[in-house]
């Protein structure tokens, strides 16, 4: 069974950072590229970053360019998304996906003062 898992999400001041965590089992991570979307109330997921099957090549919206960092770590099948500089506008449900169509359960980020 496919599995994918996200955390490290919680609530944080503007400014602030946050590192979230995406631990995946059942099939072969290390030759899947793997994206991170965020899902605000009210309004579909949209997607945020990507990065490739061994974490050379990185991909990023335009709103979190210079503040985001994806990375994986195929020993642990499990890919990470460090957000610093948080606004507001970051707020919303984080998902890591294989695409293309598998989805984890997310994880709440708010930011806020």
């Known amino acids: 069974e496919v599995q994918l898992v996200e955390s490290g999400g919680g609530l944080v001041q503007p400014g602030g950072s946050l590192r979230l965590s995406c631990v995946t089992s059942?099939?072969?991570?290390?030759?899947?590229?793997m994206r991170w979307f965020r899902q605000a109330p009210g309004k579909g997921p949209e997607w945020v970053s990507t990065?490739?099957?061994?974490?050379?090549?990185?991909y990023y919206a335009s709103s979190v360019e210079g503040r985001f960092t994806i990375s994986r770590d195929n020993a642990k099948n499990t890919i990470y998304l460090q957000m610093s500089r948080l606004e507001p506008a970051n707020t919303g449900v984080y998902f890591c996906?294989?695409?293309?169509?598998?989805w984890g359960q997310g994880t709440q980020v708010t930011v806020s003062a």
């Open positions: 996906n294989m695409p293309p169509h598998t």
């Open positions: 990065i490739n099957s061994v974490g050379t090549t990185t």
């Open positions: 059942g099939f072969a991570f290390s030759s899947s590229g």
